[in-house]
Structure formats: C-alpha cells, structure tokens
C-alpha cells in the first residue's frame, strides 16, 4: 500500500479552474495504478479518472472528460480540473491500487484500489 495526501481543493466560480495534488509515499508507488474519486453530499462515490502505473494510459468518466486531466510523476498525482460546474461540488479523494491485467489497463472502480487518502472538498459556486 500508499500513504496519500491530497491538497488544492476550495472554492471556486463555475467555469474556474482547480489542481488538486495528491502526495504519495511508499515504495510502492511506481507500481501503482492511480485515480481521483469524489463523494458529494448524500450520494455514492463516483470514480472522476485514473493512471496506470506508467502513466501511459488514462481514463475519465463522462461527466469530466475534455474538462479534467490526470497526471502524475514521481510520489505525485495531480488533477487539473478546468471549466468547473457546480455539480463538480464534493470531496475528492486520491486512490491508489496494484496494477492488474495488461499494461494499458486503468482502474475504473472503487474495488480497483486499497489505498485512499482522506480527501480534499472543492466546492462550486454557481
């Protein structure tokens, strides 16, 4: 497992633009499929996006595509969220879990990954 700890949420106007970064330590790490999941209030956490371990595939849900972009680089993952709703509002958590299939293969689901941190709120004001 990772230790994560995620920083850059708070309020915005809709159509701004947050980065969310996500601190990571453990050995692990370079071996670990990432993502970001958020939780609203009185609703499920919803998987937003993820990396595989090489950071050479990604993959988004439709509610954030061609708005949110998922990176990462060494004990870091960030998320770049860009033209930001109101319904973007929740806390977002960072996820990590061991790569599994084939190289090209993301996490898609909260059971994909064994690591969270304890998330960041970021809030849209309409």
């Known amino acids: 497992q990772v230790e994560l700890v995620e920083s850059g949420g708070g309020l915005v106007q809709a159509g701004g633009s947050l980065r969310l970064s996500c601190a990571a330590s453990?050995?692990?790490?370079?071996?670990?499929?990432m993502g970001w999941l958020r939780q609203a209030p009185g609703k499920g956490r919803e998987f937003v996006a993820s990396i595989n371990w090489s950071g050479g595939a990604t993959y988004y849900a439709d509610s954030v595509k061609g708005r949110f972009t998922i990176s990462r680089v060494p004990n870091m993952v960030y998320l770049q969220m860009n033209s930001l709703k109101p319904e973007d509002t929740a806390l977002y958590y960072c996820a990590g879990g061991p790569h599994r299939g084939n190289i090209f293969r993301t996490p898609r689901a909260e059971e994909d990954f064994d690591s969270w941190g304890q998330g960041t709120q970021v809030t849209v004001a309409s």
């Open positions: 453990g050995r692990a790490f370079s071996t670990y499929d």
